[in-house]
């Protein structure tokens, strides 16, 4: 997505004031994502070029980072004095005109596609912080299996190993079950906060003290997986990680690269777009379509990765006609790269096919 296409997030709840920004949205030519409640203005927050919003929905901006593009909507002005930070505030219908105008300077001032990237090397492209700064937004990824053993951590794993370092990434594994993305990376024994350690809660907590608290590699990938016991007590409570997953990933998309390792019913409503890594399968490609039709539903950017196995039945083609998405990068079948994994984790030097996936994949989510 470019910020040409980047859509208009409208999160109004008064039912006059809604019909307007939405014409007005409608006038600039941009997609439109209408919010119906925080977990879709978390969601989009951060890809949307713009967000309309009105005084009732106005508290839901509180747990997100500031932003340019941010417009106060109300029918009277008696209301907008009432919530602090109303620079970029209208009265409607009266000032319409005027919104259209913001919207057009936005658009003006707007970096294209072209001339930026978020994971470029310089450290103002991508901030690593939950700072209050415009621009601080950063980018979440989350990566699903259409089915089992199709390699889908490996490649979480690799895209944020390929990230550029200023992009601060952290990889999070929201399988309840997993074996443990600090054993792929090799930080099993590093001092850390895994799932359990951690108690967001309602408080603000900051991007960069949340990373540091978190297992790290060398080459400074933090890392948010459970721990191993045997013992009930330490395991938790019974049930998904979803919860814990959201506030998570909102306090980690507030700046840099954040890479999500979920099941697929279990994508964090914070989350910029999605990669169903999927088997050349026809029972792959059929779950495929079903996880990418919900993704769509959501409104969330999806996309498919196909892997090569052993044996594939389908071509590229047919896997995308079942699935109904596009296939923007494939992995080849990497035998000695399983037992490596397995033995040593991933290498640091990751092999030239997976490493171009992970390449891939950074540059559609880079637009």
Request: proline letters at 6%; one cysteine or more; aromatic letters at 4%.
């Amino acid at each position: 997505m470019t910020s040409e296409t980047a859509p208009i997030l409208i999160a109004v709840g008064d039912a006059l004031l809604h019909p307007e920004a939405t014409h007005l949205a409608a006038a600039t030519g941009r997609p439109i994502i209408d919010s119906q409640g925080p977990d879709d203005l978390v969601r989009h927050y951060s890809r949307a070029f713009a967000v309309l919003i009105d005084i009732a929905r106005a508290p839901d901006l509180d747990p997100l980072p500031r932003r340019d593009g941010v417009f106060l909507l109300s029918t009277e002005t008696n209301g907008l004095q009432e919530v602090d930070g109303t620079a970029d505030a209208f009265v409607l219908p009266a000032q319409a005109a005027d919104l259209l105008k913001a919207l057009g300077k936005l658009a003006l001032n707007a970096p294209r596609s072209a001339g930026s990237s978020r994971f470029a090397s310089s450290a103002a492209s991508v901030a690593d912080s939950g700072s209050s700064g415009f621009g601080s937004v950063g980018t979440v990824l989350a990566f699903v299996g259409a089915a089992g053993g199709a390699g889908t951590s490996t490649l979480a794993a690799a895209v944020a190993r390929a990230a550029s370092p200023d992009a601060h990434p952290v990889i999070v594994d929201a399988h309840r079950y997993s074996g443990g993305l600090d054993l792929l990376f090799g930080v099993e024994e590093e001092v850390g906060a895994r799932w359990g350690d951690i108690d967001i809660g309602e408080g603000t907590v900051d991007r960069t003290q949340l990373r540091q608290a978190l297992p790290q590699t060398a080459d400074g990938i933090a890392v948010l997986t459970g721990a191993r016991t045997t013992v009930a007590a330490a395991a938790g409570r019974p049930g998904g990680l979803s919860a814990e997953v959201d506030r998570v990933t909102t306090v980690l998309g507030a700046g840099g690269l954040t890479v999500v390792d979920a099941p697929p019913n279990a994508l964090p409503n914070r989350c910029d777009h999605a990669f169903v890594v999927v088997p050349a399968e026809v029972r792959a490609a059929a779950a495929a379509a079903l996880i990418s039709a919900e993704c769509r539903a959501a409104n969330t950017p999806v996309s498919l990765v196909l892997r090569r196995r052993g044996w594939s039945g389908l071509s590229t083609e047919e896997v995308e006609r079942v699935a109904g998405a596009d296939v923007v990068t494939e992995v080849k079948h990497l035998p000695r790269l399983v037992k490596e994994a397995e033995v040593s984790g991933l290498p640091k030097r990751l092999p030239r096919p997976l490493a171009a996936a992970a390449e891939a994949v950074l540059e559609v989510a880079n637009g």
